[in-house]
C-alpha cells in the first residue's frame, strides 16, 4: 500500500532547512506521498529510511527504459487512470509489423514504406517509433535476416518470438539497441529470462489468460526479473479491451505491482487485415492503456489522427503549451525585415510560423508573453493586449533590436490595431488574415507591392 505523508515524515530528518524546495520537511513528505516528488531531492534521509521508503514510494507502474540514443524511449510510469486527475506521462508507442512470414517482395515493399510517415507538429517529431518483428514457425523468409533489415531502419525494435533459440540468434544481432523481446510464456519463461538477461533487454510476458500472465510475471520477478512488459493481447478485441484495462486497474487502483507493467496490445492479431478497425483500435488503445500498440500499417492515413490524439492526450492538461516568448527570425529575417506578432501557444507558434516559413518572405515573428493562450481566448483574458504588446516590447528591447517599423497582428484582434499604434508611436500596424492558411499570400502580395 501506499504510504501516507505522515509515514514519510516519521522517517525524515526534520531540519526544515529547504534545500529540497519545499519550505518544511513536513510539505516535502506530502509530495513525495502523491508522488510529486522523488525522496532523492531531499539530501538527508538516511539509507535505512530510503531502502524503507523507495518500495513503497515507487510509482505504482514501473517506468521501463527500452532503445538507445535518439531512439530511447520511456513506457509505462503511469500513476493515475484517467487524464483529468493528473496527466499521463509516457507516451503510447505505435509499432509497425513485420513478419517473416510475408514474401519478399512485401517484406522489401513494407520497408521501403515505413520512413515515408515522419513529419514534425507542434515541436514533435511524429514517426513510427517501433517496428513489430513477428516470428512464425511457418514462415519460410530468414528470421533474423529480417530482424538486421528492420533494425537498418534504425527504429527500436520489439522482437514478437516464443522460440528460445531464434530468439537468442535475433539477439545477437540486435541487442545492442535495446529492443523488446515479446517471447515469455508459461511455457518458457525461465529460459526467456536468461535469454532477455544475457542480452540485457525487456521481456514481454504473454499468456493464454491474465491470470497465467500474472503467475507467469510473479515466477519472473521471483527470478529477479523486473524489466518486463505485459503483452495483454486476448483471443478477441473485447478480451483485448478488458485485460489492458484489468491491468491498470490492479496496478493503480489496487497497487499490485505484479500488474505494474507497461503493456503490449498487437491489433495485428486480433483485428488482422481490417486496417480501419486497427485505426479505430489505435485511438481506443491511446487513451486506455496501451503503452506499445502493434499495428499491420502506419501510413499518413492513420498516423495523422493517431499521432494528433496521442499528443493531446499525453500533454500535460494543467499546463498550456507554450513556446518561448522572443523574437524568431524567418526565413534569413534581419533588422530591416517585417515584424509579424502572435500568442505563445505552441500549436499557434507551430502554425504562423509553417506558413511564414512557407511564404519564403523574411519575417521576425515577435512571439509575446499570453499565458500560453491562443489568440483569441487571449484577448478574452486580457493577456493579449495593446498594453501586453507594449509591455512586451519594452522587455525585450524590440524597437533597440528591429529598425523596420511595420508590424502586423493577427486578424482575429484586428480592433487592435489603433490602441497598439497609439502606444508604440511609429509602427505602422497591418492586420493579417484571420485564418495562418492565408499568410503566404498575403506576404507574397505585400512583398509584390
Ligand atoms: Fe527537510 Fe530534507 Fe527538505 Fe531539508 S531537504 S527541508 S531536511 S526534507
Not at 369 to 378: E, F, I, K, R, W
Not at 433 to 446: H, Q, T
Request: glycine share 8%.
Amino acid at each position: 500500500m501506499a504510504l501516507k505523508g505522515l509515514d514519510i515524515f516519521k522517517l525524515s530528518p526534520k531540519k526544515n532547512c529547504k534545500e529540497c524546495g519545499s519550505p518544511t520537511c513536513m510539505a516535502f513528505c506530502m509530495k513525495v506521498a502523491q508522488g510529486a516528488a522523488d525522496i532523492s531531492a531531499c539530501p538527508y534521509f538516511s539509507e535505512d529510511a530510503k531502502a524503507q521508503l523507495s518500495e513503497a514510494t515507487a510509482p505504482p507502474m514501473k517506468s521501463i527504459k527500452i532503445g538507445t540514443g535518439a531512439e530511447e524511449m520511456v513506457l509505462g510510469g503511469e500513476t493515475v487512470m484517467e487524464r483529468h486527475e493528473k496527466t499521463f506521462v509516457n507516451k503510447t508507442r505505435y509499432a509497425d509489423s513485420l513478419c517473416n512470414c510475408m514474401d519478399e517482395a512485401t517484406i522489401e515493399a513494407k520497408l521501403a514504406e515505413v520512413p515515408k510517415v515522419d513529419y514534425d507538429r507542434i515541436g514533435e517529431r511524429m514517426y513510427a517509433e517501433l517496428i513489430y518483428v513477428n516470428y512464425s514457425a511457418e514462415g519460410s523468409y530468414d528470421y533474423v535476416e529480417l530482424v538486421k533489415k528492420a533494425a537498418a531502419l534504425g527504429r527500436t525494435l520489439v522482437l514478437g518470438c516464443t522460440d528460445v533459440e531464434v530468439a537468442k540468434a535475433a539477439l545477437a544481432v540486435c541487442k545492442d539497441s535495446k529492443p523488446v523481446l515479446n517471447g515469455a510464456t508459461p511455457a518458457n519463461y525461465a529460459e526467456m529470462n536468461a535469454v532477455a538477461t544475457e542480452a540485457g533487454v525487456v521481456l514481454g510476458v504473454s499468456g493464454a489468460d491474465m491470470n497465467e500472465i500474472y503467475d507467469t510475471v510473479k515466477a519472473l520477478e521471483g527470478l529477479g526479473n523486473k524489466n518486463l512488459v505485459i503483452d495483454t493481447t486476448g483471443a478477441t478485441v473485447k478480451e483485448t479491451f478488458a485485460n489492458t484495462v484489468q491491468l491498470r486497474k490492479a496496478a493503480i487502483k489496487d497497487g499490485d505491482r505484479t500488474c505494474g507493467y507497461p503493456s503490449i496490445v498487437n491489433l495485428v492479431k486480433v483485428a488482422k487485415d481490417d486496417l480501419h478497425l486497427q485505426a479505430a483500435l489505435a485511438a481506443i488503445f491511446t487513451i486506455k492503456y496501451g503503452s506499445i500498440v502493434v499495428m499491420q500499417e502506419i501510413t499518413y492515413a492513420e498516423a495523422l489522427p493517431l499521432y494528433g490524439l496521442r499528443q493531446n492526450i499525453f500533454t500535460d492538461p494543467q499546463k498550456p503549451m507554450r513556446v518561448e516568448p522572443g523574437i524568431y527570425a524567418l526565413n534569413g529575417a534581419d533588422e530591416n525585415s517585417i515584424c509579424l506578432t502572435t500568442v505563445d501557444f505552441a500549436l499557434t507558434y507551430f502554425l504562423v510560423s509553417g506558413e511564414l516559413e512557407r511564404s519564403g518572405v523574411p519575417v521576425n515573428l515577435i512571439i509575446s508573453d499570453a499565458g500560453g493562450l491562443s489568440v483569441l481566448t487571449a484577448w478574452a483574458a486580457g493577456k493579449l493586449s495593446s498594453s501586453s504588446i507594449e509591455k512586451f516590447w519594452k522587455e525585450a528591447d524590440i524597437e533597440g533590436k528591429i529598425k523596420n517599423r511595420k508590424l502586423i497582428i493577427p486578424g482575429k484582434v484586428a480592433v487592435l490595431k489603433g490602441e497598439i499604434e497609439a502606444k508604440l508611436p511609429g509602427w505602422e500596424v497591418i492586420i493579417a488574415p484571420r485564418e495562418a492558411v492565408e499568410l503566404v499570400k498575403f506576404l507574397k502580395d505585400m512583398q509584390a507591392n
